[in-house]
């Protein structure tokens, strides 16, 4: 295996963290940790010389782990140990996803991409957890399943991105060589992305992170804990029908029927077409006809002393 494979160039090619580790989008600190410290003993030298294979095929094994592991596994989980480098990432993917969506440039050429593009709205976490799971488990066995499986991780990163993308949009506006920015909340359309430095920006971000933790917690079985991260994605983003919807199960799970209802109702407010709170909906014979609108002077302030379970959450404002 010839140096240059393993040039300047070769190595930029691979820009997502999240795709160097295999792990999803959601993972946390402690599921990123255990995923590097398996990459790490799978390309370990004394692991290396356990390997079957012709000495040949085993030397270049050896050269493709001392090469990745320095230049690309060790600095993307540097990048994904903390909140806030997690943050930033997620930040820029989501960039990259509106600009690729504005040009009409996402379309994904892997199988498992094209699928998750098009798959049902209530199939889309599992399908994408165990499309992860599937090209992360051939990932680092030798350069070639590692450029093609690195390759389609990085496109279903984008294409999940862009079905989860229920979060209000920030539409940039400037005006000579300062910005500021306004929340839209388009259905379908795709606008100029937003600057991630900014104080809106960066909330809806700390939301995203409350709502992948639940999404981990949920997977755990741990309703309890689910809830608190929902609450306080909630706090952050009080009309994202997909946080309402998850928070709905949670109390499904945590035997909270009653509870579910109310957010599974709201879920349907802001977003008439959401498949799985539909289903919900239909299951538990929520009746959508019946319930009060949301006021207006329900915002998301925190104030001191008592409050209500829902007092802050539900603020009236365009649907999506």
């Known amino acids: 295996m010839p140096q240059a494979d393993f040039s300047t160039e070769w ?38 010389i356990n390997t079957p294979g012709a000495p040949e095929a085993l030397a270049e094994l050896k050269q493709f782990a001392a090469q990745v592991l320095p230049k690309l596994v060790n600095p993307a989980y540097q990048r994904l140990k903390q909140d806030k480098g997690r943050s930033e990432v997620l930040a820029t993917l989501r960039f990259k996803v509106r600009r690729l969506s504005r040009d009409q440039q996402l379309q994904p050429t892997g199988d498992l991409g094209k699928a ?37 991780l990085g496109e279903l990163n984008l294409v999940y991105l862009r ?18 920015s306004s929340i839209a909340r388009p259905a379908t359309s795709v606008v100029d992305p937003p600057s991630f430095e900014e104080p809106v920006a960066s909330g809806l971000v700390y939301a995203e992170r409350h709502f992948g933790r639940a999404q981990e917690y949920l997977k755990g079985k741990n309703a309890a804990a689910a809830i608190q991260e929902l609450k306080d994605a909630l706090k952050l983003d009080p009309k994202n029908s997909s946080y309402h919807c998850l928070i709905g199960q949670a109390y499904l799970l945590h035997s909270l029927p009653g509870m579910a209802k109310v957010h599974f109702k709201q879920a349907l407010r802001l977003n008439p077409g959401n498949a799985v709170a539909l289903k919900y909906a239909k299951q538990l014979n929520v009746n959508l006809t019946d319930s009060p609108r949301p006021t207006p002077e329900a915002v998301p302030v925190p104030v001191s002393g008592k409050r209500s379970l829902f007092g802050g959450l539900f603020s009236k404002g365009p649907s999506r």
Not at 137 to 148: G, I, K, M, S
Not at 165 to 171: D, K, L, V, W
């Open 11 to 48: 190595v930029h090619r691979f820009i997502d963290p999240y795709a160097l580790l295999g792990v999803s989008v959601a993972a946390d600190d402690r599921r990123i940790l255990k995923r590097y410290h398996a990459i790490a003993k799978q390309l370990h030298a004394d692991t290396l």
């Open 163 to 180: 079905r989860k993308m229920g979060a209000p949009i920030i539409r940039e506006k400037r005006t000579g060589l300062m910005a500021t």
């Open 116 to 152: 998750l593009l098009t798959i049902h709205e209530a199939e889309v976490d599992v399908f994408y957890e165990h499309a992860v799971d599937q090209l992360s488990d051939r990932q680092y066995t030798a350069l070639d399943p590692f450029e093609d499986c690195t390759h389609q």
